[in-house]
C-alpha cells in the first residue's frame, strides 16, 4: 500500500475545509441555533408568566366579586332592617295618634257629662227655689204642699 502524494494533498484539503467550515459556516450557525432556541425558551417562559399573572388577575377578581356580592347583601339586609324599623315607627306612631285621638274624645265625653250634670242641678235647683216660693206662697196644708211639689217637680222635669 502505498500513500500517494495526491492523497495526503487531499486529506490536507479536506482537513482545512473542515476547519474552514466549522469556523465560518458551523460555528455561526450554531449560534443562530441557539440565540433562536434562547428566543423560544424566553417567549415560553413569558407565556407561562402570562398565564401566572392571568390566573393571579382571575383569582383576584375572583375575590372582589365575592367581596362585592357580600357588601350588597350587607346593604340589602341593613335597608330591609331599616324599612322595617320605619313600617314599625309608623305603627307605633299611629297607635300613639289614636290612642290620644281616643282620650281626647273621653275627657270631651267626660267633660260633656259633667256639663250635662252641672246643668241639670242647676235647673234642679231652680226648680227647687220654685216650688220653694209656691209653697211659702200657698198655704201650709201639708197635702196641698205635697201636690205643689209633685207638680212641680213633674212640670219641670217634664221640660227638661
Known amino acids: 500500500m502505498s500513500i500517494d ?8 484539503v479536506f482537513l482545512t475545509l473542515v476547519y474552514l467550515m466549522k469556523k465560518h459556516l458551523f460555528g ?16 415560553l417562559a413569558a407565556a407561562d408568566a402570562g398565564l401566572e399573572a392571568k390566573a ?13 356580592r357580600g357588601k350588597a347583601a350587607e346593604i340589602v339586609a341593613s335597608a330591609e332592617k331599616r324599612a322595617n324599623e320605619i313600617n314599625e315607627e309608623a305603627v307605633n306612631r299611629a297607635r300613639s295618634e289614636a290612642e ?3 282620650d ?19 235647673e234642679v235647683a231652680d226648680i227647687a227655689i ?12 201639708a197635702s196641698r204642699h205635697s201636690k205643689l211639689i209633685d207638680g212641680i217637680v213633674s212640670n219641670g222635669f217634664g221640660n227638661a
Open 5 to 12: 502524494l495526491t492523497f495526503i494533498g487531499q486529506i490536507v
Open 28 to 43: 455561526p450557525l450554531s449560534e443562530l441555533m441557539q440565540a433562536r432556541a434562547q428566543k423560544i425558551a424566553d417567549g
Open 56 to 68: 393571579a388577575t382571575e383569582a383576584e377578581i375572583a375575590a372582589q366579586l365575592e367581596d362585592a
Open 100 to 102: 290620644g285621638i281616643v
Open 104 to 122: 281626647a274624645a273621653r275627657e270631651e265625653v267626660q267633660a260633656e257629662l259633667g256639663r250635662a250634670r252641672q246643668a241639670l242641678r242647676d
Open 130 to 141: 220654685l216650688a220653694a216660693e209656691r209653697v211659702v206662697e200657698a198655704e201650709l196644708d
